[in-house]
């Protein structure tokens, strides 16, 4: 393909690429953006793997694919979910809808543990427009969280480059969820009308 005269891949082939070169890690935080913004499918991804058959690195390459994921927003996230995989954390359903016993709407979460553990990671570009109102928002949010029998685990960027610590937290969530029993209220992956 040809854009303003120079050579490009197209998106499929251009992870999968770099997903033969470069680590896991990259391959899918950039693998997850580009089925996330829609310039990729999973199919797409399939077929470039199947085209790459017999060339160094193509077992990465369908490793890394096999770990990518389009609900997933932010490189924080993606970097997140490979975190949980390879320390045998339990999968989390991503981006869930959380409502109350009535219906209400309380919260998009970033993970959610069918068991009663919500995680958040937290980049800093929510709270850039106003941050004093971001953050009272958060509280609020995460206390109706509570209210319901959740608990909430909250990260950023320097948890990440600490993983030992941030299992730590999360294990000691997932016992005390268990103690807490199930979480009322219900969580879809999509927004009720």
Not at 75 to 88: C, D, K, P, Q
Not at 180 to 192: F, H, I, K, M, Q
Request: net charge negative.
């Amino acid at each position: 393909m040809i854009i303003n005269g120079v050579p490009v891949t197209v998106p499929a082939r251009t992870v999968i690429d770099l997903a033969r070169a470069e680590g896991v890690e990259q391959a899918v935080c950039v693998g997850d953006h580009a089925l996330h913004s829609g310039l990729t499918t999973a199919f797409e991804l399939a077929e470039a793997i199947d085209d790459a058959a017999g060339r160094t690195g193509v077992g990465r390459a369908r490793h890394a694919v096999g770990l990518m994921s389009s609900r997933s927003e932010s490189v924080g996230e993606s970097r997140s979910r490979l975190l949980f995989h390879n320390l045998g954390l339990p999968t989390p359903l991503l981006n869930q809808w959380v409502y109350d016993t009535s219906g209400g709407f309380l919260g998009r979460v970033d993970f959610l543990f069918p068991d009663g553990v919500i995680g958040e990671f937290d980049g800093e570009g929510k709270y850039e427009s106003d941050p004093v109102r971001a953050v009272i928002d958060e509280k609020n949010r995460q206390n109706r969280l509570h209210d319901l029998g959740w608990v909430v685990v909250r990260w950023d960027w320097r948890d990440l480059s600490k993983p030992d610590v941030l299992v730590t937290r999360l294990r000691g969530a997932f016992r005390r969820a268990a103690a807490n029993g199930t979480p009322v209220g219900t969580y879809r992956s999509d927004r009720l009308p």
